[in-house]
Nanobody, 123 residues
Framework: QLQLVESGGGLVQPGGSLRLSCAASGFTLDYYAIGWFRQAPGKEREGVSC?????YYADSVKGRFTISRDNAKNTVYLQMNTLKPEDTAVYYC???????????????????WGQGTQVTVSS
């Protein structure tokens, strides 16, 4: 059974950092694209970053967030630095099978989702 479990969310002050983890089970990261998405109250879900053979970032997080993966641990990370109040949202990781090619940040492409982890940036 394919499963994604996020962790690492919390409350942080503006300018602070958090590292989110997405632990995958039931499949191997090598054959899947993994994306991070977020959804703030009253807003649509938006893509943040994704990783396969290469990485991709939304303009709003470029230079502040870094996505990476540890194949040995079957885990994908999202290091978030210089956090802003507008980064406040529930963050989800998601996966879809991709043997070749680049990942994308279109939510409808992803068919496996985690339960989400809350990130709140506030003083």
């Amino acid at each position: 059974q394919l499963q994604l479990v996020e962790s690492g969310g919390g409350l942080v002050q503006p300018g602070g950092s958090l590292r989110l983890s997405c632990a995958a089970s039931g499949f191997t990261l090598d054959y899947y694209a993994i994306g991070w998405f977020r959804q703030a109250p009253g807003k649509e879900r938006e893509g943040v970053s994704c990783i396969k053979a290469s990485t991709y970032y939304a303009d709003s997080v470029k230079g502040r967030f870094t996505i990476s993966r540890d194949n040995a641990k079957n885990t994908v990370y999202l290091q978030m630095n210089t956090l802003k109040p507008e980064d406040t949202a529930v963050y989800y990781c998601a996966a879809f099978q991709l043997l070749f090619g680049r990942c994308v940040l279109r939510p409808h492409e992803y068919n496996y989702w985690g339960q989400g982890t809350q990130v709140t940036v506030s003083s």
